[in-house]
C-alpha cells in the first residue's frame, strides 16, 4: 500500500525544509551587526530544538488530529506523542502499510505515505514559521524569554492556524468554515475553497504579523533611527539565500506529497515566481536609490519565495512571474514602513514575510488558472484569500499580543542597555562570532563589534532597506 516513490520523495523534501533553518541563521545573521550574529543565529537554532520535541509531544496532534474541537484546534491527546502515528495502536490507526506502520493519503488520491513521515514534515514547517519571527526583534531581547515564547507560541497560534487551515478547520474548504458562510456548501464543501498550497497563511501571514507584534511590543533598539545599521557579512546574508531557495523546493514542491506532474510544476512555478522577484526588488532599488545591491536581490529571493508558497499549486508559469514581480516591488516598498510608522522590525520580517505572504494569498485568488479572478473565475476566490488573510492576521495578531504582553510583565523581554550596546553575544552567551588576530598581536573583534569607529559598524539593515 505505501508508494515507495512518494515516500522517498518526501524524506527528501522534509531534508530540505529542515535545511531551511539553518540558511535562515545564515541570512539572518549576516544581516544583524558583528555583535549580534551568533544570538540571532541560536534564537533559530534554539526554535528548531524547542518545536521539534513540542511537535512530537502534542503540535502534530493539535494540527492533524482526527477529533476537530469546534474548528479551532485538533484534540491535543489524541495522538500525543505521535501515539497511533509512529506505531499502530488499536483504535488510534487503522489503515497500516506491509510493514506494521500507519499510512495516510492526505489528499484521497490513492498516495499513501507513512503517518509519521507526513509528521516529520510538518515539524519542519513549525521550526521554520517561529525562527522567521525572531529577525523583527534582533539585537535585544533575552534568549531565555525567546526559549519561553516559542513553545507557547507555537502552541497557542501556530498549531491551531495549521489545524484551521491545513486540518479541516474554519479556515479550510470545510463546510462550517468562512469560505463555506461566504460562498455556500455543495456536498459538505464549500463551493470554492481557500488556496493555500504550502503556508501563505500558515507560515508567512502568521509568522509576519506576530514579528509586528513583537516588535511593537519589545519596543526600539536604542539607536534606531539615528544610527546606520548595516549589515554585517553580506556573503553570509547570500549565502543563506541560497539556502533557503534550494530548501524551498521541498517546501512547495514536497507539498504536494507526491512525485508527479503538479509538483513538477510547483518547482517550475517557485522557480519563475522567485526569479522574477529579484528583478522586481532591484528595479525597485535601481529607481528609488539609483543602486541595485546584494542584500536587495537576497531580499528579493525571499520575497518571491514567500508570495509563491501558498499560490504555487494553482498558477501557470507565466502567472508566477506576474506574482513574483509584483512580490518583489512591493516588499521592497514594504521595508521602508517601519521608518515611516516608527517600529524597529529589525531583519524586515514585515515588509518581506507579512506583506508579500498577503499578497501571494491575495493574489491567488487573482491568478489562479481555475477560478482566478483574471481568469474569468469571478471574484468568488478572491473574497475568499481575502477574508482567511484578515482571519489569520487577527487571530494570529490578538494572541501574540497577550503572549508576548505577559511574557513582558513576568520575564520581561529586553536586555539592559549597557548590554545592548556592548552586544548582546557577549551578554546572553558569552562568546563572539569573530576573533581576529593581527601582526601586531590580539585584535579586539569580540561580540562587542569590529573595533572601528562604530558610527560605520553599527550595523543592521535600516541603511540599506531605507
Request: charged share 10%.
Amino acid at each position: 500500500m505505501t508508494d515507495a516513490a512518494a515516500t522517498a520523495l518526501m524524506l527528501v523534501c522534509a531534508s530540505l525544509v529542515l535545511l531551511m533553518t539553518p540558511g535562515l541563521a545564515l541570512f539572518y545573521g549576516g544581516m544583524t551587526r558583528a555583535k549580534s550574529v551568533l544570538n540571532m543565529m541560536m534564537m533559530s537554532f534554539g526554535a528548531m530544538g524547542v518545536a521539534g520535541v513540542v511537535y512530537v509531544l502534542w503540535g502534530y496532534s493539535m494540527s492533524f488530529g482526527g477529533s476537530d474541537i469546534a474548528g479551532l484546534l485538533g484534540n491535543p491527546v489524541e495522538n500525543a506523542g505521535l501515539r497511533g502515528v509512529a506505531s499502530a495502536v488499536d483504535g488510534v490507526t487503522d489503515t497500516v502499510g506491509a510493514d506494521g506502520m500507519p499510512v495516510v493519503d492526505v489528499f484521497g488520491a490513492d498516495v499513501w505515505i507513512p503517518e509519521v513521515l507526513f509528521a516529520g514534515f510538518q515539524l519542519t514547517f513549525a521550526i521554520i514559521t517561529v525562527a522567521l519571527i525572531s529577525g523583527a526583534v534582533a539585537d535585544r531581547v533575552k534568549f531565555s524569554t525567546w526559549m519561553v515564547f516559542t513553545p507557547i507560541w507555537l502552541t497557542l497560534v501556530y498549531f491551531p492556524i495549521a489545524h484551521m487551515v491545513w486540518g479541516g478547520g474554519i479556515l479550510s474548504g470545510a463546510e462550517h468554515g468562512v469560505a463555506a458562510l461566504l460562498t455556500g456548501v455543495t456536498d459538505g464543501a464549500a463551493n470554492v475553497a481557500p488556496i493555500d498550497f504550502a503556508g501563505g497563511t500558515v507560515v508567512h501571514i502568521n509568522a509576519g504579523i506576530a514579528g509586528l507584534v513583537l516588535a511593537l511590543v519589545v519596543g526600539k533598539r536604542i539607536g534606531f533611527g539615528k544610527t546606520a545599521m548595516r549589515p554585517h557579512n553580506v556573503p553570509l546574508v547570500m549565502l543563506g539565500a541560497g539556502l533557503l531557495w534550494f530548501g524551498w523546493f521541498g517546501f512547495n514542491a514536497g507539498s504536494e506529497l507526491a512525485a508527479d506532474g503538479l509538483a513538477s510544476l510547483v518547482w517550475v512555478n517557485t522557480t519563475a515566481a522567485t526569479a522574477a522577484a529579484i528583478l522586481g526588488w532591484l528595479a525597485v532599488e535601481r529607481v528609488r536609490d539609483g543602486h541595485a545591491t546584494s542584500i536587495g536581490a537576497a531580499s528579493g529571493v525571499v520575497a518571491g519565495l514567500v508570495a509563491i508558497t501558498p499560490a504555487c499549486g494553482n498558477l501557470s508559469p507565466v502567472g508566477s512571474i506576474i506574482l513574483g514581480l509584483v512580490a518583489g516591488g512591493l516588499a521592497a516598498l514594504a521595508v521602508g514602513l517601519k521608518f515611516r510608522y516608527g517600529y524597529d522590525d529589525s531583519l524586515d520580517v514585515v515588509g518581506v514575510h507579512l506583506v508579500a505572504g498577503l499578497w501571494g494569498t491575495v493574489g491567488a485568488g487573482l491568478l489562479a488558472t481555475e477560478g482566478g479572478l483574471l481568469y474569468g473565475g469571478g471574484f468568488d476566490q478572491t473574497l475568499v484569500q481575502i477574508a482567511v488573510a484578515l482571519v489569520s492576521l487577527v487571530i494570529s495578531g490578538a494572541l501574540t499580543l497577550v503572549i508576548a504582553l505577559a511574557l513582558k510583565a513576568t520575564m520581561g523581554w529586553r536586555i539592559t542597555d549597557d548590554a545592548e550596546v556592548a552586544g548582546i553575544d557577549s551578554a546572553e552567551h558569552a562568546e563572539s562570532g569573530y576573533d581576529l588576530v593581527s601582526r601586531g598581536g590580539r585584535l579586539g573583534v569580540t561580540s562587542a563589534g569590529i573595533q572601528h569607529d562604530a558610527r560605520h559598524h553599527d550595523e543592521t539593515t535600516e541603511g540599506v532597506h531605507a
